[in-house]
């Protein structure tokens, strides 16, 4: 059974840094893209970084230049590491494998002074 399991959401301080961890298990890791979104009350889920198999990243625009999604596959883990955080980053962060759609429960991530 494929489990992703989130970690590393707080609270930080407006300008400030996370690294978010997607750990992954029941499943071969390297052979699969995965997403990292995230989520506000009322709001659907924004795709917020992509990486391939191969290590190629795509961003949302409010990413860009801010956020940089990797992965380890030794680890089985990918991550998210945001810079110069801003209030409205503040969301429930979801990590995602494409293929067979499974998702993490999420983890918080609030921005506020």
């Known amino acids: 059974q494929v489990q992703l399991v989130e970690s590393g959401g707080g609270l930080v301080q407006p300008g400030g840094s996370l690294t978010l961890s997607c750990a992954v298990s029941?499943?071969?890791?390297?052979?699969?893209?995965m997403e990292w979104h995230r989520q506000t009350p009322g709001q659907q889920r924004e795709l917020v970084a992509t990486?391939?198999?191969?290590?190629?990243?795509r961003y949302a625009d409010s990413a860009k230049g801010r956020f940089t999604i990797s992965r380890d596959n030794l680890k089985n883990t990918v991550y998210l590491q945001m810079n110069s955080l801003k209030p409205e980053d503040t969301a429930v962060y979801y990590c995602?494998?494409?293929?067979?759609?499974?998702w993490g429960l999420g983890t918080q991530v609030t921005v506020s002074s």
């Open positions: 990486i391939t198999a191969g290590g190629v990243t």
């Open positions: 995602r494998r494409p293929i067979g759609n499974y």
């Open positions: 029941g499943s071969i890791f390297d052979a699969y893209n």
